[in-house]
Structures are given as C-alpha cells and as structure tokens.
T-cell receptor, first 110, second 114 residues
C-alpha cells in the first residue's frame, strides 16, 4: 500500500511565524501535491511538483512556497503565517492516477 | 474553466436506506472522474474511479457510480447505507495526461440515522 505521511496531525503557530509542513511518500512517485481544505470549498490546490526541484503554482499559491529537494519529500512553507491560513492541509502523491492522500495537518494560526 | 459541482452540502439518510450523491462537472472533453471519502479527522480515501469503458463502475465498501456523458454527471450510489458510511464525500475530475491535477467539488456531508 502507498503510504503518504504528514509530519504533524495538529499544529498551532503564531501570526508572523515561518511554518513548515512536511510530507513524505514511500512509493517513488514523481508527482506530489499540497491542498488546503476549508468547509464549503472542498480541496484547493496550493502547489504541486512533478520532479525533484520542480514546482508549479496551483490555484491559491499566495502566501505559500514549497521545497522538493528529494523525490520522497515535499514541504509546504508559510513564509509569514496569517490567521487566514488556519486550515486543514492535505498532501498527496501519484505516479499517474489516482492520487494517494496523507491524513492531513490541522493548522491553527493564532 | 473546469469545475465540479456537488449540489447537496448535507444529506441525511436512515441506516439501510439507499443513497445517491450527485456530481456534475464542466469540462471540454471526458475527464478522469473520482469519488473520495473522508472520515472525521482523516485524509481522503479513494472509493472508485472512471477512466474509460463501462460507464457503471464498482468501488470499495459497496459503492458504485455511473458516468453519464450527456448529463456531465458522475453520481455515487449505494443500495443500503451503514452507520459507518457517515463521512464527507468528494467528487473530483482530472484532465487525462498533464500533471495529474485534481479539481474537487465542495463535498457532501452524509449523516446516517440509526
């Protein structure tokens, strides 16, 4: 079975902090994704990566950046956290379809 | 622009009753179609997918979905709901090829009465 592991299930940070969310997959997948999930809005794509050191903006990249130094790891970075970034963040990976998801990180920015 | 609409935000059914969750998409060609389920506090689990061929697809946990090209729909069904089916359900589409990006609907939250 594919395993996508997100480093934290719950995280509480303060406004202005730099926040790192980590995601690791164990299936040598080329493609990895970061989504945020908000009630009534479903999942929205923040960034994705199709190879090491490659990244593409999704639909809502503002206020976020990403890093992919190794194939198995894809990090989401909140450069200066704000309260409107309080949300559930989900990571996914795939070689083709379908995507496989981690359990999510519920992030609260105070 | 591509989009996915799930018209029902909340649905409540009785245990043992049948279920249909609606999904309509807007896309220029036939996309890949998916249904995912999310239990509270969990990530998304794939229920079923449609790429091509038979328009009635079977998934896990007794779910099925039917692709109707003329209606741009991919509705999810289950003949008899169990209390453990209470969760949020997401319909998603992807363009064949490309970077395998998914576009999600807003989700339908299912409650099951005993």
């Amino acid at each position: 079975d594919v395993k996508v592991t997100q480093s934290s299930r719950y995280l509480v940070k303060r406004t202005g902090e730099k926040v790192f969310l980590e995601c690791v997959q164990d299936m040598d997948h080329e493609n990895m994704f970061w989504y945020r999930q908000d009630p009534g809005l479903g999942l929205r794509l923040i960034y994705f990566s199709y190879d090491v050191k490659m990244k593409e903006k999704g639909d809502i990249p503002e206020g976020y950046s990403v890093s992919r130094e190794k194939k198995e790891r894809f990090s989401l970075i909140l450069e200066s956290a704000s309260t409107n970034q309080t949300s559930m963040y989900l990571c996914a990976s795939t070689r083709g379809q379908p995507q496989h998801f981690g359990d999510g990180t519920r992030l609260s920015i105070l | 622009a591509q989009s996915v609409t799930q018209p029902d935000i909340h649905i409540t059914v009785s245990e043992g009753a049948s279920l249909e969750l609606r999904c309509n998409y807007s896309y220029g060609a036939t996309p890949y179609l998916f249904w995912y389920v999310q239990s509270p506090g969990q990530g998304l689990q794939l229920l079923l997918k449609y790429f091509s061929g038979d328009t009635l697809v079977q998934g896990i946990k007794g779910f099925e979905a039917e692709f109707k090209r003329s209606q741009s729909s991919f509705n999810l069904r289950k003949p008899s709901v169990h209390w453990s089916d209470a969760a949020e359900y997401f319909c998603a589409v992807a363009a064949p090829g490309g970077y395998n990006k998914l576009i999600f609907g807003a989700g339908t939250r299912l409650a099951v009465h005993p």
